[in-house]
């Protein structure tokens, strides 16, 4: 298994990413609505949870090729890899799929039955979403030591319990300065740590 970290330095090249990533995840939701529909033509949940078992892979951030399309030359890394978010990584996430939905015009130009039922529909992808997700827990108090520290020792304590992985590295789409690429590798130790750019040059 791949385990991915997030830039740390750069939340807005994070924003970037939600940007590009939460529409697609949307529009897919809504595209394949029909799907999770049982033969008298009502949501069911039976169905919604083979649906999300199906295209699990393809909705929950990071999909580097399906919603960044990133034609990574690491195939491994694409079919198998972990996301590992910090608690303020995570938070921008939820809160932007969950703008994403409320703003879709394709859901709100439909009558409010229809708007139901796919809102049915994405608070089970979201739920399921947020249960995948891996977080260190690690509030951010505005002092950026203090929740460095923090945040190296329980990202060290996390993956103690999951034995030598690959761990790669997504780094800003500005590298000479914002980048705390090289400061994660150095402070938790992780000398087969992988800077991974192909994602800052899909955006």
């Not at 939600?18 to 697609?24: H, M, R, S, T």
């Not at 910090?86 to 879709?104: C, D, G, P, V």
């Amino acid at each position: 298994m791949h385990y991915i970290f997030l830039e740390t330095k750069d939340d807005g090249f994070l924003l970037r990413i939600a940007d590009k990533v939460c529409p697609i995840i949307i529009n897919k939701l809504i595209e394949d609505h029909n799907r999770v529909r049982n033969e008298s033509g009502t949501i069911d949940n039976d169905l919604i949870a083979k649906y999300l078992n199906e295209e699990g892979k393809n909705l929950y951030p990071i999909n580097c090729f399906y919603s960044l399309g990133s034609l990574c030359p690491n195939a491994d890394c694409c079919a198998n890899h972990e996301t590992v978010f910090a608690t303020h990584q995570a938070k921008l996430f939820s809160e932007k799929i969950e703008s994403e939905y409320k703003n879709a015009s394709k859901i709100n130009k439909h009558r409010e039955e229809f708007r139901l039922e796919i809102y049915r529909f994405y608070k089970a992808y979201f739920t399921e979403a947020k249960r995948r997700m891996k977080i260190i827990e690690c509030k951010y108090d505005g002092k950026y030591a203090h929740w460095w520290n923090t945040y190296i020792d329980n990202v060290k304590n996390y993956m103690s319990n999951l034995g030598i992985q690959d761990l790669h590295y997504i780094r800003t789409d500005t590298i000479e300065t914002n980048s705390d690429y090289s400061k994660f590798k150095n402070d938790t130790g992780y000398r087969h740590l992988l800077p991974c750019d192909n994602i800052r040059n899909a955006l």
